[in-house]
């Protein structure tokens, strides 16, 4: 993968520090809001709309009222992964800030990053708190979980918000809203185009994780999210890849020591959660996802060779960065831990 430094065109104090990076697929009205609260942020920075072949308007009716917006035409549906990979290389910021296009951030979002990334200079990943757009009092996410059987986990979704959140480290971002460092981003290799959708911000959190880098929740960089408004949360094509990106997570990713220690836990958890499927009668999405998971280890299992070269975490360390407790896991609670 080619990451180019920005425009040569362009003299270097001239390129912004923010690349505000939303990505686009029949995302009708929200994209709009989604822009114009992006528009309202402070700091430096410039906005990337990317567009996966949408036939809505939206990414036309957005441009021909802000036609200072960067426009991507990815020429057709590439998937998320892919999609974002292919704007990123046209940022020239040094954060790319990856926004889904129905996130609509707060007004000092950016500002508050900003903060943060100036108060924990050691830190290349920073994620969103989340929050119902119908209720502020209710979270719709508070970064990702990693449970100790390998099923990734928005952490918080659906509870109540706590009167006060610290800035918390985090097992990997949630990809609705997060910030991470150009460099970083470019070195782990942007997102893995293998997922095409969904557990693509798991699985590139749990590989910087795995080289030492770490992620920061950002409790006043506040986001409202509306979530699944384009492909909806429990269609069969979310079930789809859930399944079979999930399977792909976990063997590409678990060093082997963690692996010996969960693979039957994570086997058995995963049929468990096929059988509930099966039974409300999507027995077929569950087996082609299955299959196709199966089928397609080859090429998995070649990429796992290069994320445990390349790892530095022992598998001592990642176990402790896991997420044990039952109480937690069963009903998505947050498990923060304070920065060192």
Not at 43 to 57: P, V
Request: proline letters at 6%.
């Amino acid at each position: 993968m080619s990451w180019p430094n920005g425009d040569k065109t362009l003299p270097r104090f001239s390129l912004p520090k923010f690349s505000l990076i939303v990505l686009s697929y029949q995302s009708g009205s929200y994209l709009e809001r989604c822009i114009e609260a992006l528009k309202a942020q402070s700091g430096d920075y410039e906005i990337i709309l990317a567009d996966n072949g949408s036939t809505d308007g939206a990414p036309q009716a957005v441009l021909a009222r802000h036609p200072d917006v960067r426009f991507v035409d990815n020429g057709g549906n590439l998937g998320f992964a892919k999609g974002m990979n292919q704007a990123a290389r046209h940022a020239q910021g040094q954060w790319l800030c990856f926004i889904n296009p129905d996130v609509f951030v707060h007004a000092t979002w950016l500002a508050q990053m900003a903060v943060a990334i100036g108060t924990h200079s050691d830190t290349r990943i920073f994620t969103s708190l989340q929050l119902d757009p119908q209720d502020q009092t209710i979270l719709d996410g508070a970064g990702d979980g990693m449970t100790w059987f390998g099923f990734p986990y928005r952490m918080g979704y659906r509870a109540p918000k706590p009167p006060h959140i610290p800035v918390s480290e985090v097992f990997s971002p949630c990809g609705a809203a997060f910030v991470i460092e150009r460099s970083l981003f470019e070195s782990l290799g942007g997102f893995y185009e293998r997922f095409f959708i969904y557990c693509e911000d798991a699985d590139l959190g749990y590989r910087a994780r795995l080289t030492g880098e770490r992620t920061l929740l950002v409790p006043d960089a506040k986001v409202d999210h509306i979530g699944s408004a384009t492909l909806g949360a429990r269609s069969d094509f979310a079930l789809y890849y859930g399944y079979r990106n999930r399977l792909w997570l976990y063997l590409k990713n678990t060093p082997a020591p963690v692996m010996w220690l969960t693979a039957l836990p994570h086997l058995l958890l995963s049929l468990c959660i096929a059988a509930k499927d099966v039974l409300k009668g999507r027995g077929k999405v569950v087996a082609r996802a299955l299959r196709d998971a199966v089928s397609g280890l080859g090429p998995v299992l070649n990429d796992r060779r290069h994320v445990q070269r390349t790892r530095r975490l022992p598998a001592v360390g990642l176990l402790r960065q896991l997420t044990w407790s039952p109480r937690l896991i069963g009903r998505r609670g947050l498990d923060l831990r304070k920065p060192k």
